[in-house]
């Protein structure tokens, strides 16, 4: 399964069903998306689906919080205190926001924010744990890399994150979500917590 924003497990996409389904827009089977909290053309959503077809045609989008505000089927706009307004915003291609709404969600405690970096979207590419940080580090020094990924003020969960290194995903309560930059290769994080 191919999105423009993201490399991370399907079992990470939030809102896509395990089972075959009927899209309620076009009328085909496959795995589809719940469009309950999506945003379809048309405004009954409750209990409808949205297969891959449709989303790769735009047929629904999602809408995604991100660093430099909320991108809605309206644009992008600041919603938050915490969303940026950078001046490179105003000159984003309208093929970086587009790519973006066919992009899913990915699962989280709160609502997931999308990091962004060299005036771009960055790819998700997973919920990690100490472990993974550990495996993508150059040297083995997984401490290390969380640190140079993640900002001054998020650095003191390392050890709690230790702490629920053996634990599966489900039962973690904190969740570190990961990104690289599809043009420096930088990675980016932050974690959320239940």
Same mark, same amino acid.
């Given at each position: 399964?191919?999105? !423009?924003?993201?490399?991370? !497990?399907?079992?990470?996409?939030?809102?896509?069903?395990?089972?075959?389904?009927?899209?309620? =827009?076009?009328?085909?089977?496959?795995?589809?998306?719940? =469009?309950?909290?999506?945003?379809?053309? &048309?405004?009954?959503? #409750?209990?409808?689906?949205?297969?891959?077809? $449709?989303?790769?045609?735009?047929?629904?989008?999602?809408?995604? @919080?991100?660093?430099?505000?909320?991108?809605?089927? @309206?644009?992008?706009?600041?919603?938050?205190? &915490?969303?940026? #307004?950078?001046? *490179?915003?105003?000159?984003?291609?309208?093929?970086?926001?587009?790519?973006?709404?066919?992009?899913?969600?990915?699962?989280?405690?709160?609502?997931?924010? *999308?990091?962004? &970096?060299?005036?771009?979207?960055?790819?998700?590419?997973?919920?990690?744990?100490?472990?993974?940080?550990?495996?993508?580090? #150059?040297?083995?020094?997984?401490?290390?890399?969380?640190?140079?990924?993640?900002?001054?003020?998020?650095?003191?969960?390392?050890?709690?994150?230790?702490?629920?290194?053996? =634990? !599966? =995903?489900?039962?973690?309560?904190?969740?570190?979500?990961?990104?690289? $930059?599809? &043009? $420096?290769?930088?990675?980016?994080?932050?974690?959320?917590? @239940?």
């Amino acid at each position: 399964m191919q999105f !423009p924003y993201w490399d991370a !497990p399907e079992e990470q996409i939030d809102l896509l069903s395990k089972n075959v389904e009927v899209c309620s =827009l076009c009328g085909q089977k496959g795995q589809c998306f719940e =469009l309950e909290y999506i945003y379809p053309e &048309h405004s009954e959503k #409750e209990g409808k689906k949205g297969c891959l077809d $449709c989303l790769k045609t735009g047929r629904f989008t999602f809408s995604h @919080d991100t660093e430099i505000g909320l991108l809605n089927k @309206d644009g992008l706009r600041k919603e938050y205190k &915490h969303n940026l #307004e950078p001046a *490179w915003t105003k000159h984003l291609p309208e093929l970086y926001l587009e790519n973006l709404r066919r992009t899913p969600f990915f699962i989280s405690y709160q609502q997931g924010l *999308w990091l962004t &970096h060299c005036q771009d979207f960055m790819i998700f590419i997973g919920t990690w744990g100490t472990i993974d940080f550990h495996l993508n580090s #150059e040297n083995g020094d997984g401490r290390a890399l969380f640190i140079e990924m993640t900002d001054p003020s998020m650095q003191e969960i390392w050890p709690f994150m230790a702490k629920e290194s053996g =634990l !599966p =995903l489900s039962k973690r309560s904190i969740w570190y979500h990961a990104f690289k $930059c599809p &043009h $420096c290769q930088r990675l980016r994080g932050y974690w959320d917590c @239940d």
